[in-house]
């Protein structure tokens, strides 16, 4: 260990960017052996693993670093798994700069953070290669059962740990297949589906249920779910588009990211979608302009130009510096051919009756406001066009108005319209109601949502020994 020294910061070559803006597949090349091994130990084994306490998990980094660097990939793997669900997933889609590799001591001291995101995939896909990566073997069925509404990875990971404990799970989702946004909103070139569809098998096979085209709130309501569990996991995200009101904000052509975004993701599974075939929801030939500053609107315009659009522009009301999407994922817009234009605010669609052209006013940044970042005011007499075709709105999201949806109106929301949830407990206001993922957090990340997802399973299995002990007593 300690060899960043000696060793420069290496991480897995990315393809060409000219080959990789014609397909879908990952842009990350794979660590070879040697590499993973070499990179691993540049790691200085820091007594206060700054990596372990930025990271939402508690990941084991600095250990399960040591254990690659020594050949030891067996015991890495369990060691990773054994605080994340999905090792693989958050190897690739983590915003590692903000968290583990933006805390890392060498990087603070200029020597260029350890690769933590790319070991964690590589050891992870080892695993997967050599077979160590099984499906649950329960030893004592119990017979309570718990009702998991959303197949994300809140979802996933409270049934994984769920089903670890003996209880019987069914998962519901009202899309066609598992996964939530790691399948309908992350693209395949930062997260191929067969990552995850490989992991929900190994679900199913451990004998986890799952009903799909199933939605709470139209199947069923959370009351009759309640009468058929004993426990309930409300985890299902946020759907609900932020809008931006305009002037010709009807006009065709103008879509939200999700719309977009999920006929792509479709397509690439091998789905018939129509509004792509037809060429509404496809970027092809298209001058393309994506608003938001997001992940989701990186995703969007990355996808316009692996669709063959003419242009894609990115309109962002503050500056680089001030996006809130992954550096990473802006870096690598860039190379692929985005134009941003910075500090930008769009003012008026334009067009008869398709939209024609964006009227954008520019932007100055004045005083931090309440959240500490710069307020965009807007330049007088600044107004400019831009000539556009298609217009993806990719704004954020938030929650829809579950208790009105699930027929609950007795369920408690908060004043942005998750659900109000004891953080501790994870449960709502609701007994044997709990709630874990975005739809507690807001837009949030992968790896929160397995955090709360592993711990609202904690929660649920004391809930559900305290409801056996009860019934034991009064047998
Ligand atoms: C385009 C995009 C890109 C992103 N990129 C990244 C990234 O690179 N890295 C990262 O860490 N995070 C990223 N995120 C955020 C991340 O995907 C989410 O934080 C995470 O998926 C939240 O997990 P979840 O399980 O809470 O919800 P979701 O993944 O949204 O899953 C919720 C599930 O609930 C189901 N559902 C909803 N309502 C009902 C109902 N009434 N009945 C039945 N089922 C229902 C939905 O169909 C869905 O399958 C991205 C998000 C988007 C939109
Ligand atoms: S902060 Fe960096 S150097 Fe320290 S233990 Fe974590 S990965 Fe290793």
């Known amino acids: 260990m300690l060899k960043f020294v000696k060793i420069n910061q290496q991480s897995p070559p990315k393809r060409d960017v000219d080959r990789r803006k ?6 990350y090349k794979d660590f070879i052996n040697e590499k993973a091994k070499e990179q691993s130990s540049r790691c200085s ?8 306490v930025h990271c939402p998990l508690s990941n084991n980094i600095p250990d399960w670093l040591k254990l690659t660097a020594e050949g030891r990939l067996k015991e890495a793997y369990e060691l990773s798994q054994s605080t994340n669900n999905m090792p693989e997933v958050c190897g690739r889609i983590c915003p590692q700069d903000r968290l583990c590799e933006g805390n890392c001591v060498i990087e603070q001291s200029g020597h260029g953070t350890v690769t933590i995101g790319s070991v964690e995939k590589y050891i992870t896909e080892n695993a997967w290669n050599n077979g160590w990566i099984t499906s649950i073997k329960v030893k004592k069925e119990k017979n309570f059962s718990v009702g998991i509404i959303g197949a994300g990875p809140a979802g996933l990971a409270a049934a994984e740990q769920l089903r670890n404990f003996g209880y019987q799970i069914s998962v519901y989702d009202r899309y066609d297949r598992a996964g939530g946004l790691l399948i309908y909103g992350i693209p395949n070139f930062k997260l191929e589906k067969f990552v995850v569809e490989r992991r929900i098998n190994l679900l199913k096979e451990g004998g986890i249920k799952f009903f799909h085209n199933f939605e709470v709130g139209k199947n069923t309501s959370l009351e009759k779910l309640r009468d058929q569990h004993d426990a309930i996991l409300i985890a299902t995200g946020v759907y609900k588009a932020r809008e931006i009101k305009l002037p010709g904000n009807d006009l065709e052509n103008i879509f939200p990211a999700m719309e977009f975004l999920t006929a792509s993701n479709k397509k690439g599974l091998g789905d018939k979608v129509e509004l792509f075939d037809n060429g509404t929801l496809n970027a092809e030939g298209k001058d393309v302009v994506v608003i ?3 992940d989701t ?3 969007c315009v990355r996808t316009s130009i692996r669709q063959n659009a003419k242009s894609v522009k990115c309109i962002y009301r503050r500056d680089k510096e001030n996006m809130p999407g992954s550096t990473r994922e802006v870096f690598n817009a860039e190379e692929e051919g985005v134009e941003f234009v910075w500090l930008s605010n769009p003012k008026e669609f334009l067009g008869k009756n398709k939209v024609e052209s964006l009227v954008v006013n520019k932007i100055k940044l004045g005083q931090p406001d309440e959240s500490g970042r710069r307020k965009p005011e807007i330049q007088k007499d600044s107004q400019f066009s831009i000539k556009t075709n298609m217009i993806i709105k990719a704004l954020g ?17 908060t004043k942005w319209g998750t659900l109000k949830t004891n953080f501790d407990t994870m449960e ?3 007994s044997g109601v709990f709630a874990a993922g975005d739809i507690i957090r807001g837009a949030s990340l992968v790896v929160w949502a397995i955090k709360d997802g592993r711990d609202a399973a904690i929660s649920i299995r004391k809930y559900l020994e305290k409801k056996e002990n009860e019934s034991k007593k009064v047998a």
Not at 22 to 27: G, H, L, R, S, V
Not at 45 to 52: I, K, M, R, S
Request: proline residues 8%.
């Open 297 to 299: 609107a990186m995703d």
């Open 22 to 27: 014609e397909d879908f597949n990952e842009i």
């Open 397 to 413: 999201f938030d929650p829809e108005d579950l208790p009105n949806l699930f027929g609950a109106e007795d369920l408690k929301v």
């Open 428 to 430: 709502t206001n609701l």
């Open 292 to 294: 938001g500053g997001g």
């Open 45 to 52: 084994q820091c007594g206060v693993p700054f990596c372990q």
